[in-house]
Nanobody, 115 residues
C-alpha cells in the first residue's frame, strides 16, 4: 500500500505561482511513474503531468511552458511548480502513483485562480 498526501493548494491571482507537493509513504520501494491530475467542477479529470522513476516527463498541452513536475526519490516527494496561472487552472489537483502494478491516489488539493 502507498499513501499519497497532497499539499500546497491555495487561492492565487491570475499570473501567480504555486508549488504543489505530493508526499508518498508506505510501500514506496517500487514507486514508478507519478502523475498529477486535475478536475474542475462539472468536468472530467484531466492529466496534467507525469514523471517516471527515471525522471522522464510528460506534460499536457495546457501545462507545457508553465508547469514543471519534479520528484525527489530520497524524500519520496513529487512537486508541481505552476507558473503564470490562469483562472482555467482552477481545479482539485490530485497526485497518483503506480507501484507494484497498482495505482494509488491522494485526496487532492484545491487550487483556485482568481481573475
Amino acid at each position: 500500500q502507498v499513501q499519497l498526501v497532497e499539499s500546497g493548494g491555495a487561492l492565487v491571482q491570475a499570473g501567480g505561482s504555486l508549488r504543489l507537493s505530493c508526499a508518498a509513504s508506505g510501500s514506496t520501494a517500487s514507486l514508478g511513474t507519478i502523475g498529477w491530475y486535475r478536475q474542475a467542477p462539472g468536468k472530467q479529470r484531466d492529466l496534467v503531468a507525469t514523471i517516471s522513476s527515471g525522471g522522464s516527463r510528460y506534460y499536457a498541452d495546457s501545462a507545457k511552458g508553465r508547469f514543471t513536475i519534479s520528484r525527489d526519490n530520497v524524500k519520496k516527494m513529487v512537486y508541481l511548480q505552476m507558473n503564470s496561472l490562469k483562472p482555467e487552472d482552477t481545479a482539485v489537483y490530485s497526485c497518483t502513483a503506480r507501484a507494484s502494478g497498482s495505482d494509488y491516489w491522494g485526496q487532492g488539493t484545491q487550487v483556485t485562480v482568481s481573475s
